[in-house]
Nanobody, 116 residues
């Protein structure tokens, strides 16, 4: 089955860290670049980080220097390491393809809440 499943969200204090995981089917992982998106309440979904099949990464300006996206080829998983978290990072985070396999229907995502 061609799918992606997000996990790893939670409640964290400002300045804290979380690592999100995006587990992909082998077909998606092998053929597709993957992006992490987020959607805050009342806002549109935005793309925050991407990684190509070759491991080339790109970041939205507000997360540069704080977030790191990476791929684990052995586990068919894409990670988003989030450090120095801010309240404005609060959102539901989703992953999806950005190249190769067409984007999948959006999953449930994983909630990240940054609050003291």
């Amino acid at each position: 089955q061609v799918q992606l499943v997000e996990s790893g969200g939670g409640l964290v204090q400002p300045g804290g860290s979380l690592r999100l995981s995006c587990a992909a089917s082998s077909l998606i992982f092998t053929l597709s670049g993957i992006g992490w998106y987020r959607q805050a309440p009342g806002k549109q979904r935005e793309l925050v980080a991407t990684v190509t099949t070759r491991g080339i990464t790109n970041y939205e300006d507000s997360v540069k220097g704080r977030f790191t996206i990476s791929r684990d080829n052995a586990k068919n998983t894409v990670y988003l390491q989030m450090n120095s978290l801010k309240p404005e990072d609060t959102a539901v985070y989703y992953c999806n393809t950005i190249s190769g396999i067409s984007p999948r229907p959006w999953g449930q995502g994983t909630q990240v809440t940054v609050s003291s």
